[in-house]
């Protein structure tokens, strides 16, 4: 950790409470939500998912983790928990606007995270110049 610049150690301790953070959000959550178990559920997923996308990014950019496999697995994994959470949102009955509304949520920010862990992994560049 000596050897990181300012800006990267910010990204490396804003890493670990971003973690913390979406881990008290966990527990809230299923708290709150204990009611209906589908949008308890949902709810966990699309905080994993929103908390996998920031630690791994904000690790990514503190030059502290540059694993790609890892990156292009950890995409795929958060891919899988944003469509989840959709069905698991769409399941829970909370009426047809909310519905609609978590549809074009989990397609837009669960595609920008799936995509922007690709593009950090750097998977599809390597495949393509090798």
């Known amino acids: ?16 409470v971003v973690a913390g953070c979406l881990g008290l959000a966990l527990i809230l959550y299923a708290v709150a939500l204990r009611h209906n178990g589908l949008l308890a559920f949902a709810t966990v997923c699309d905080a994993i998912f929103m908390g996998i996308t920031g630690c791994f990014a904000l690790l990514y950019l503190s030059k502290w983790f540059r694993h ?5 697995i950890m995409a795929w994994v958060v891919a899988g928990l944003a469509l989840l959470a959709l ?25 920008f995270c799936t995509l922007l862990l690709l593009h950090l992994s750097d998977w599809f560049t390597k495949a393509k110049s090798g």
């Open 1 to 16: 950790m000596k050897d990181m610049s300012l800006w990267e150690k910010i990204y490396f301790i804003s890493a670990w």
């Open 68 to 72: 790609s496999l890892v990156l292009f």
């Open 87 to 111: 069905i698991l949102s769409a399941a829970a009955g909370q009426g047809g606007t909310y519905t609609v509304g978590t549809l074009f949520w989990h397609i837009g920010f669960g595609g």
